[in-house]
């Protein structure tokens, strides 16, 4: 009997609790119906993954035909962010994936046509504007890495008209505001190029036949006062790195590194830089990191690679452009070589070079030719200033060490050969260097090991026309001026023949060649502090000028 009631007792207690349930579901079923009856759902927000953040974009045709200028190239980068955390698996695919994508870019700068007249000052030596890249091909699998990378239901809400319309009202990116302003910067260059620059400056205005294209200069080179920035990584310590000798033949590349630590182009927010300068010093690596006559120089290579991984791994703005918005500089023979240490620096980012050689890699339209100053004391104190030219009695001097391919052919034809061809291999006692260069009209600056030589600057300090004896070699700031105005090249299987050319050359024009050579001295002038025009501001702009001519994406 118990057993029966307990047994009842369940049954209905069961059928109970069913009901309960039951009457709980069916509102909940019909409340259901109701809100489904509407329509489609609609969402804010979207599902994305950011397990590979360094997918290439995939809108590189329709945004390169939104450029402000059809002749600015476009780099897209990695899209990473700076919370992103990639492992070494992926890193090693997204560097082999990426060494295609160098390939191409180097073959289009290598290009011959890339050097034509559309370039901002419009001129065949001038740096030509970077040539588009073209949209890397995506893999089937990376179109489907978010459905690879998350597990269980994935659901893409689409975004009605009104959420468009408010991500269409945000405010546009700090890197689309920067190229925004480049944009300004080139319509306003090619305008001066056309009708004149119209802005006044009491200070100087470039004019003459010195320049390819005074106007398009001064309009670029007034833009860039007004908004070029540079961010300097505070990374490394000195002596390799924010530090550089200023009392030697390498002394323009120490100057320029104490120089824009506080230059007012330079600023501390990355977000508003146009470039980013990495503050490595060449000539501190060679003589603190090279072991001499080791002839080993894979640690001093693995120092600028350790420093760029370093940059690369803390901020995202190397890897969005792979380089091609940094900039090097290095008036070291050697600097050419060790930014071959990391493939994206050699290919793509600017280098800043003295040793100017078109046949060691030196690429034109990306990179700087700025020049080498000799400075005992650190200051041009005694080096600036010379006679007339009436008061010239040597027709052209030149004195140096025997080394490379070209000084022992001058020596062989001319040395104590002729005395109005004053060849030396080294000057009799007594006899000042600077003194001969006072006294000649032309004054010999041919190649030693390296194209690089001081006397370049050294006849233009002194007022002596610099006769360039050098192959392969891209003279300083030569996007801008036209060094055939105020100097003479001879090549090197004429140099039986330098008499002959060098007397060729009328009064007339040696007084013009002389007096351009003058006035361009300004731009090859160290200032302590700089003064406008002078050498700093004009490797600044040259840099500017290869910046005009890239466009970078997000």
Known sequence: MGEKWLYSWRSSSSSSSSMKLLWLIVPLIIVSGFVAL????NSSWVLSSNHYPWMWSSVISSSSSSSSSSSSGVFVGRNTTSGSVVSEKEESGARSESSDWHSRLVGDNQRKEAISEESILNRSSSPPLAMEIPPPVEKKNEESLNNASIS????????????????????????????????????????????????QDLDYVPNGPMYWKANSFHRSYLEMEKQFKVFVYEEGEPPIFHDGPCKSIYATEGNFIYTMEVSHFRTRDPNKAHVFFLPFSVTSIVRFVYEPNSHNWAPMKQTIKDYVDLVARKYQYWNRSLGADHFMLSCHDWGPELSSSVPDLYKNSIRALCNANTSEGFNPTKDVSFPEILLSDGTTNRLLGGPSPSRRPILVFF????????????????ENKDDDVQVHKYLPKGVSYYGMLRKSRFCICASGYEVASPRMVEALYTGCVPVLIKDHYVAPFSDVLNWKSFSVEVAVKDIPNLKTILTSISQRRYIRLQRRGLQVRRHFEVNLPPKRFDVFHMILHSIWLRRLNVRVRE
Request: aromatic share 2%; glycine share 12%; net charge positive.
């Open 38 to 41: 509407p329509g489609p759902r």
């Open 399 to 414: 004195a140096g060490g025997v080394h490379g391919p070209v000084r022992p052919i001058l020596l062989k034809h001319w």
């Open 152 to 199: 269980g239901p994935h659901i893409v809400p689409s975004m009605n008209v009104s959420q468009t319309l408010l991500m269409r009202k945000r405010k546009p990116s700090h890197l689309k505001k920067l190229e925004a302003g480049l944009g300004r910067a080139r319509a306003a260059i090619k305008e001066a190029r056309t009708y004149g620059n119209q802005t």
